[in-house]
């Protein structure tokens, strides 16, 4: 049975008058709470043996039964020594301080980058700085920010933030193709889970059926046409290439940039499916979007 | 028949280490344990166990931690660590080679020492 734990003057009187004779104050508390649970658990056991005493005999009688409170306070008092306690409190402190100034000074600088990228995100691949600079001198066939160009993947969220199309040469005939700069966004919670490696895995696809392989896929034709010359086809030159270029403790940007693209083409898909099923799939027009100047 | 302070006295530590060797407990409970296990032979100043849990956990032969029960009650409970297991064997060691040499001079014999 549970007496109720507001009324004990005998218990706090007793955990006083120890406590007056324990010289390190900041283990009063301690002292005080233990002696007062000890007392009200027999104090409880006592009134279930003798359902005739009430709870304040019970409660004298538990406090006789620990012995004298001046002696029981000279002994703790040996045993809680005000040089060994402060040692212990200030070793802590230090040991806590010490510890918050190495967190703050490892991942500070990390917390002010990804602050200053969540102010003022990237707007553009860096690839494209020329562009920019002469933006009106530039012919742009697509500048935008696709909506809805997001995937997830292993908690991930990928979004493409920019998609820049302009005329180029292609690179060995020389004939008109066009350039596609894609500003790809990865986000994960977890800030020690950023720079996921998708990036040399990711190629992409026009709307006539061509395709751009992205450096592993060409990467690993050829090494089958190293061993098979006879049987694997001629690797295609790869041409999504790219990688990370902003890593911070929760967002990663890729500069991703695909070179000879079918002019005639109206659509392009940036894909990452490298376990043969399509993991990451964004649908690009080519030809212009939501404007985001 | 209660045993004479003196005698109880040099022993506390043993048997407080010996009730804490099985399991973790509380104060009240090792009071109650050992009244109960020696029959009201150990029947001591329950306040006396506090400076010997208290002392022992300064040496680093028991740790403490709080546990609700419950009721709601917050008790400290103590857990002998290895140093303390170590201590209790000494202590053991102690308690047999002095009982065997009170016992040998009791049966008027002179004392085999171990």
């Known amino acids: 049975m549970d007496a109720p734990d507001t009324s004990r003057p005998a218990i706090e009187a007793f955990c006083k008058v120890v406590c007056g004779f324990v010289r390190f104050w900041p283990d009063h508390a301690a002292i005080t709470a233990e002696l007062t649970a000890h007392l009200e658990d027999h104090r409880d056991a006592l009134l279930d043996l003798h359902p005739d005493l009430t709870p304040e005999e019970a409660e004298e009688a538990a406090v006789q039964a620990m012995g004298d409170p001046e002696a029981l306070g000279r002994a703790l008092n040996d045993s809680h020594s005000p040089r060994f306690g402060w040692f212990q409190i200030l070793f802590r402190v230090s040991v806590r301080t010490s510890l918050v100034l190495l967190l703050l000074f490892c991942f500070m600088p990390m917390g002010f980058d990804a602050l200053a990228t969540l102010r003022n995100p990237p707007l553009y691949n860096d690839g494209t700085n020329a562009i920019i600079e002469a933006y009106d001198q530039t012919e742009i066939l697509a500048d935008y920010h696709p909506e809805d160009a997001v995937c997830y993947l292993d908690h991930y969220t990928f979004t493409v933030e920019r998609v820049l199309v302009t005329p180029r040469p292609h690179t060995f005939t020389g004939e008109p193709t066009l350039w596609v700069s894609i500003l790809l966004k990865a986000v994960n919670l977890d800030p020690r889970l950023r720079l996921p490696r998708v990036y040399n895995w990711l190629w992409t696809e026009d709307d006539l059926g061509n395709r751009y392989p992205g450096m592993y896929q060409y990467k690993t034709a050829q090494v089958l046409y190293d061993l098979y010359p006879e049987q694997a086809p001629t690797p295609q030159l790869c041409n999504t290439m790219g990688g990370p270029s902003l890593i911070t403790p929760f967002v990663t940007y890729y500069d991703l940039n695909v070179m000879d693209v079918d002019p005639d083409a109206t659509r392009l898909t940036l894909r990452f499916d490298r376990y043969g099923s399509a993991q990451l799939s964004f649908p690009l027009s080519l030809k212009g979007g939501v404007e985001n100047g | ?114």
Do not use: C
Not at chain 2, 83 to 90: F, H, N, P, V
């Open chain 2, 1 to 114: 028949m209660k045993a004479d302070k003196s005698l109880l006295s040099g022993s506390t530590t043993l048997l407080v280490l010996s009730l804490l060797s099985n399991e973790d407990k509380y104060g009240y409970q090792m009071i109650a344990e050992l009244e109960a296990k020696s029959d009201n032979t150990f029947s001591m100043k329950e306040g006396t166990l506090y400076p010997i849990l208290h002392t022992l956990e300064k040496e680093g032969a028991v740790q403490s931690y709080e546990k609700e029960a419950p009721t709601g009650r917050t008790r400290k409970y103590y857990h002998i660590t290895k140093k303390g297991l170590r201590l209790l064997d000494e202590k053991k060691k102690e308690w047999t080679t002095f009982s065997q040499a009170v016992n040998a001079v009791l049966a008027g014999s002179a004392p085999a020492m171990a």
